[in-house]
């Protein structure tokens, strides 16, 4: 099977940056794209950024300035830059990356464990 494992969480202040990872093992042809989400206890998951293999994004509108997702099949990963972080950027990131096993067989989605981000002073 797949496997993801997300790194690079932690605290850091007010206008810090972090740079998160998502790494894939297994039976991996390629990713085909990948995802950022993150979630606050009792609140909605909600999607943060987006990439296709071609280079493709989308952003949360709050965030297109300060966060930018990269996939690098050489790695088999996705990461996440987070630049000039603010307090409410404080949540659970969850990375999803979209896995070709096979060249012309479809794709299947495949979450990570989720990986705490603290912005505080």
């Known amino acids: 099977q797949v496997q993801l494992l997300e790194s690079g969480g932690g605290l850091v202040q007010p206008g810090g940056s972090l740079t998160l990872s998502c790494a894939a093992s297994g039976k991996i042809y390629n990713i085909a794209g990948a995802a950022w989400y993150r979630q606050v206890p009792g609140q909605q998951r909600d999607m943060v950024a987006a990439?296709?293999?071609?280079?493709?994004?989308n952003y949360a509108d709050s965030l297109r300035d300060r966060f930018t997702i990269r996939i690098n099949n050489a790695e088999h990963a996705v990461s996440l830059q987070m630049n000039n972080l603010k307090p409410d950027d404080t949540a659970v990131y969850y990375c999803r990356v979209t896995v070709r096993k096979y060249a012309g067989r479809p794709s299947a989605d495949y979450w990570g464990q989720g990986i705490q981000v603290t912005v505080s002073s």
């Open positions: 990439m296709t293999s071609g280079g493709g994004t």
